[in-house]
T-cell receptor, first 115, second 117 residues
Framework: AQSVAQPEDQVNVAEGNPLTVKCTYS??????LFWYVQYPNRGLQFLLK??????LVKGSYGFEAEFNKSQTSFHLKKPSALVSDSALYFC?????????????FGAGTTVTVRA | GAVVSQHPSWVICKSGTSVKIECRSL??????MFWYRQFPKQSLMLMAT?????????EQGVEKDKFLINHASLTLSTLTVTSAHPEDSSFYIC?????????????FGEGSRLTVL
């Protein structure tokens, strides 16, 4: 089985401050991990992924995430948040050993960046 | 590249009618597409896996006769909500995995908001 937990429903930060959105996962094998962002009434936009290799992955719009196997975490970070980063963020995991392409999504974290 | 298009973006229909939503991969082929349903401020719920040339695979609890899925070509999957009722009102999102890209991320459509009166 594969699952993702996003422990925070909401994250509020001031513009210019660091932003962190937390994610922990559970899979039986090595995970493929993803972050997506969703703006109101829109589909999901891909931010970044971890498949293998360097634990620190960099993605779109200045976001990065660090894969931590011992803590089974894949937290999303941005050093300096912008008001335009306000959106709904989803962490997702896939267990490649299952042989399909299904993603399991977390419940989502609403990020609000205040000016 | 890797653009997925959904149509229509918004649809309002009367109770009892059927509504078809299209999901197209514009610049890649997709043997597999996925249909999700999303309630306000909630996560995505996988409804079914759409397989080109074969029957869709439905998740537990999803009525296959209610939500008809057809994947007629490598670039098009359709979801038909049959005899729609107000409780079917939701945001429906499709995603596609480019054929042969085993490690890749899924690409999502912009979603279709269905309102059943």
């Amino acid at each position: 089985a594969q699952s993702v937990a996003q422990p925070e429903d909401q994250v509020n930060v001031a513009e210019g401050n660091p932003l962190t959105v937390k994610c922990t996962y559970s899979v039986s094998g090595n995970p493929y991990l993803f972050w997506y962002v969703q703006y109101p009434n829109r589909g999901l936009q891909f931010l970044l992924k971890y498949i293998t290799g360097d634990n620190l992955v960099k993605g779109s719009y200045g976001f990065e995430a660090e894969f931590n196997k011992s803590q089974t975490s894949f937290h999303l970070k941005k050093p300096s948040a912008l008001v335009s980063d306000s959106a709904l963020y989803f962490c997702a995991v896939r267990d490649p050993s299952l042989g399909d392409y299904k993603l399991s999504f977390g419940a989502g974290t609403t990020v609000t960046v205040r000016a | 590249g890797a653009v997925v298009s959904q149509h229509p973006s918004w649809v309002i229909c009367k109770s009892g009618t059927s509504v078809k939503i299209e999901c197209r991969s514009l610049d890649f082929q997709a043997t597999t597409m996925f249909w999700y349903r999303q309630f306000p401020k909630q996560s995505l719920m996988l409804m079914a896996t759409s397989n080109e040339g074969s029957k869709a695979t439905y998740e537990q609890g999803v009525e296959k006769d209610k939500f008809l899925i057809n994947h007629a070509s490598l670039t098009l999957s359709t979801l038909t909500v049959t005899s729609a009722h107000p409780e079917d009102s939701s945001f429906y999102i499709c995603s596609a995995n480019p054929t042969g890209k085993a490690t890749g991320e899924l690409f999502f459509g912009e979603g279709s908001r269905l309102t059943v009166l």
